[in-house]
């Protein structure tokens, strides 16, 4: 049976970065404009397209701006994340800290990236390599030495998949047990109204809605 060989190479020999642009100024948002990626749009939360604010920023680069299946990553604030972008409606200008990985081989799969940054050795890099106290930053330098393992395309892929496949049975089972949940407490309650309680002592009523009427 062949075996498959993974290399591992650093990450900026698979990417080129691109800092997000700063600034000058306070950023006006409005309804107008081109679509803008921010720090507070990189979030665990996840990435939402249609929460991105628009701003009129006049002689910007291009290489700021960023399409569908762009890679971007937050250099600022814990845990470290990276998406692959989707859903945009058009191009998007990223600021910083923001930083824009873009893959310079074929040989990584997008969504194999943004997994891989998310996993244990990867987020122990990231977080031995900040630096500062009020805004802990992760330097460019050395995010461009994290290590990255490079299965074979087709193998990238299928551990994208399964991960994908294990969080929505994580998130389906936690609806189950919210579900099933709500169904003992209507149970329960529903024992507690068909029971006649004998409550006794001064100004002793039936609670509301349980038990027999109060007579009149």
Not at 9 to 35: M, W
Not at 157 to 171: C, D, G, K, M, N
Request: proline letters at 9%; a neutral charge; one cysteine or more.
């Amino acid at each position: 049976m062949p075996t498959t060989e993974t290399h591992v190479l650093p990450l900026s020999e698979i990417c080129e970065f691109q800092t997000g642009h700063n600034v000058r100024g306070k950023l006006e948002l409005g309804t107008d404009g081109a679509q803008v990626i921010q720090l507070k749009d990189i979030s665990p939360a996840g990435f939402n397209p249609g929460a991105l604010g628009r701003a009129n920023l006049e002689k910007v680069s291009q290489r700021y701006v960023v399409k569908e299946g762009d890679v971007v990553f937050r250099t600022r604030f814990e845990p470290n994340i990276a998406y692959r972008l989707t859903g945009l409606d058009g191009p998007a200008i990223v600021l910083a800290p923001v930083v824009i990985l873009r893959s310079k081989t074929e040989a990584i799969d997008p969504d194999y990236l943004v997994w891989f940054i998310r996993q244990a050795p990867a987020q122990r890099y990231l977080d031995g390599i900040r630096q500062g106290t009020n805004l802990p930053q992760i330097p460019i330098d050395e995010l461009k030495a994290l290590p990255i393992p490079l299965p074979p395309i087709d193998v990238q892929r299928r551990l994208v998949t399964i991960s994908q496949l294990a969080e929505r049975e994580h998130a389906l089972r936690l609806e189950i047990a919210e579900k099933r949940k709500e169904i003992t407490s209507f149970a329960l309650l529903a024992q507690v109204r068909k029971t006649r309680p004998h409550i006794s002592g001064p100004g002793s009523e039936p609670l509301e809605g349980v038990g027999a009427p109060k007579s009149e």
